[in-house]
Nanobody, 123 residues
Framework: QVQLVESGGGVVKDGNSLTLSCTES????????MAWFRQAPGKDREFVAG????????EYEYSIKGRFTISRDKGKNAVYLQMNMVRPGDASVYYC????????????????WGQGTQVPVSS
């Protein structure tokens, strides 16, 4: 059973940076597509960024492109979200997700989810 554990959340000041981490436990030899989603109060969970198995293909939601970077370390079974120039609109609970399929913006395509880590943004 795949388990995902996020860390690194916390209050970040408007304009500052934060890095989220997600560690994946998996059976040997199984590499999953990984992604970050976020959900603000009263809103749907939305795609933020995704990365394929090799790390060579990355996709981003439009509003964070150029500010956030997704990366992975296959040796550590980890995926990261480097968040730069954070804005008040980025305040959300951030979720790590994994799929045996391909990178997708559709949350329904991801079989495995973490519990989420909260990122409040202060002015």
């Amino acid at each position: 059973q795949v388990q995902l554990v996020e860390s690194g959340g916390g209050v970040v000041k408007d304009g500052n940076s934060l890095t989220l981490s997600c560690t994946e436990s998996r059976r040997a030899g199984r590499i999953l597509v990984m992604a970050w989603f976020r959900q603000a109060p009263g809103k749907d969970r939305e795609f933020v960024a995704g990365i394929n198995r090799s790390g060579g293909t990355r996709e981003y939601e439009y509003s964070i492109k150029g500010r956030f970077t997704i990366s992975r370390d296959k040796g550590k079974n980890a995926v990261y979200l480097q968040m730069n120039m954070v804005r008040p609109g980025d305040a959300s609970v951030y979720y790590c997700a994994a799929s045996a399929g391909i990178v997708s913006r559709d949350r329904g395509k991801y079989e495995f989810w973490g519990q989420g880590t909260q990122v409040p943004v202060s002015s």
